[in-house]
């Protein structure tokens, strides 16, 4: 056995030599983060072995539920950090419990500070308020989804970070002009020019967009984003949160956008990230179509008349209702009901595919003649259905997601060679969980059974986006099967990270 002083003497070459290439890269695959960013530096062949070590993708997260928030950061960044990895980017949700008794800006921007303290000034870093959490304990590495209700105590938080070789990731703000519009505009030339710089192509191969709840019309912000890019581009996030990101230029925006471009100076060697979405649902329609056929603004909120499609006449909003509870078989007046509504149009910078988008209201009230709903976004002629809560077609739903994913393991398990594609991380976005299923763990049950043992992280939030592939419902037409882009009030939003090894002649 050879001593340290003779170690520290030895040549670059020597030193393999002597402890072996496969034995060092054992050891430095073990080590935490720090000291494997410290054993890089040694000397080019530790930093070649260490480059192997990292050498694909990779998802790390870890959940808290420590009473300090202090603690609990801690606690989640020595979880995650606790292997090799250099993030690239990190995602961390609180709890309100951590914010309860201070003003929300102050105190996400506490959590913030310390996130990026620990973690680095320069890595993208969005921290935003949640409904719940999705994940394993720190220190138990049990998985569980956590769902609060009103009043009970919901101090925890979930931190995931990402480590992604071959692509570059940034953060890009929606901004305001003035109190009431939104600098659309540059947001979307931000996102094509930063696209661009990093891999020639105008639309970025994701967008996690965050955004807050208290702003009105940002749902169609949202549809506008998803027209500017490309078909390519998958977008999802959670569009009702206070949040917090790296690199602001004031201590709030009303949105921010976390883009993943592929890096088309990335290293040879270097495989295929790929970003996948799949959405879920907990509404089904009831009743026909109908369209808008008045929309009144009043102090941020919207008054919709409406008639049968294709009709001229008007038909008063009780007698919608009516019909809708007729159809449902109950009068239940504090039956929560949503319109979704549809719409087209060209997507891309080139304008070259069609896309149609679904998003989904609350209907508040309704008087004789309007229904009232609190978000700006629909306009005249825009056709809508009406929806209800329905746990059994959301269970459905859930598993045509399972059966979704399943054919990632298909595709995994019948590709030869180096071709091979697997799922190394997600993240979901839901606003179902316990309360509405009535039995815990059911929004990550898909991933989980599909990919045991692979990074899971995510958040329970008011409002989900999602543009990819959507599980159908059951009862819906075959145009509202075909919807690529939603904003969702009731469902789930997975975010799957496969990688595909390049293939080597």
Known sequence: MASS???????????????????LHNILSRLPATSFASAACVNRSWNVVCERVLSRPKLASACSSNDSLEVAVKDVVDKVLSEPIRPHFAIASIGNSFI????????????????TQSLGSNIPVITNSTLGIIGRDAFSDEFKETQWRRGEE????????????????????????????????????????????????????????????????????????GYAMSQKTVIVGDCSSPFRYSNCPDAWSVGAALVFAVDMNKPSGIGETQFHAVLSSGLSPVG???????????????WISARREGWGQNIDAETIRNQVYDQLGDRNKNRKLYIGVTK????????????TSLAFYEVRRNNRNYFFVSEKGVNLGDPFR?????????????TAISSHLRSFNRRSNNTTGGDKQEVFGGLIFSCCGARFFGEPNIDSSPFVDNFPGVTL????CKRVIGRGVLTPYAKESQEQKAMQCRVQARGAVYFIMSYRQRKWN
């Open 386 to 398: 009406f929806y209800h809560l329905d746990s059994t077609a959301a269970r459905s739903s859930v």
């Open 154 to 225: 919901d101090n925890a938080i979930i931190l995931t970070v990402g480590f992604l070789p071959g692509l570059k990731v940034t953060t890009i703000p929606l901004l305001m002009k003035n109190p009431i519009t939104f600098m659309m505009k540059k947001f979307v030339t931000d996102i094509r020019e930063f696209s661009t710089s990093v891999s020639g192509c105008s639309s970025p191969a994701a967008i996690m967009m965050f955004a807050d709840q208290y702003r009105a019309g940002l749902i169609d912000v949202v549809e506008k984003m």
């Open 344 to 355: 087209k149009g060209k997507c891309g910078q080139e304008k070259v595919g069609r896309m």
């Open 288 to 302: 026909p179509t109908y369209e808008a056929a008045s929309v009144l603004e009043k102090s941020n909120s919207i």
């Open 100 to 115: 309860q008794d201070y003003d929300v800006e102050e105190s996400l921007e506490e959590a913030h500070y310390l996130i």
């Open 457 to 460: 992280g995510g958040a329970f």
């Open 5 to 23: 002083e003779t170690l520290r003497h030895c040549g670059t070459a020597a030193t393999i030599d002597i402890i072996g290439e496969d034995l």
